[in-house]
């Protein structure tokens, strides 16, 4: 069965919060309620792979337990570490197809029984496949959908931070030319405030030195006409 159209295709490029990735790999369930769940195993350019599940518009990671710390399963109770976690719902989910490096639990499956548990701490999922003993845990962590971006997206919002940072910088070069006044305007206001000392040196010793230097002639003048007689 043809998969249907999802976010992401085979071998296309995201980024997870901030990271570059790849899809190796997608399976497709369908619900009960006809709703389509589309799981990605994306690959980082080291090689390690995470399992992201895009359902509607929500995004969440799967993170499956190792085998060596299965959580203890009892009833309608999954226990970690002490901590307990309650059944609160399970969903059938029919397989639609896969391809890539597809995670999926046991290949060939067509059906997955998934028990949704529920504590204080968060989700985990326990998901069977009827007839065979093979289950999964996985630990369920909600993720935004603005830090899953496609390839165009990225590139449109790395632009739009460029352009950001460029107006920013134009910004803060005309608020520092602004407080210093800029070369010309230092020099006008050093030429402004030498004609204003020059002015206030001529205005203080001009008319003075003119009126000092008119009566100490006359004065001197009278005392020799004053010898003469």
Known sequence: MALRPSKFKLDEELSLAGKPMRVAGRLQLEGEDAKIATRYLVADPAGAAQILEESGEKFTLLRAFPPAAQPQAAGKTVTVMGTKYALSGVRKLKVLGAEGQAPVAAPGAQLFLSGVFESPSGTLLRELVPGTS????????????????????????????????????????????????????????????????????????????????????????????????
């Open 134 to 229: 093979v289950q999964t845990f996985f630990g369920v962590k909600p993720v935004a959908a603005d830090e899953v971006l496609g390839a165009e997206q990225l590139a449109a919002l790395q632009e739009a931070q460029r352009l950001a940072a460029e107006e920013q910088a134009e910004v803060q070069a005309e608020s520092e030319e602004a407080e210093s006044g800029g070369p010309l305007k230092k020099a006008a206001g050093w030429i402004v405030t030498i004609l204003v000392i020059g002015g206030l040196v001529y205005a203080c010793s001009g008319p003075g030195e003119e009126e000092e230097s008119s009566g100490g002639g006359r004065a001197r003048f009278s005392w020799d006409s004053g010898g003469g007689k």
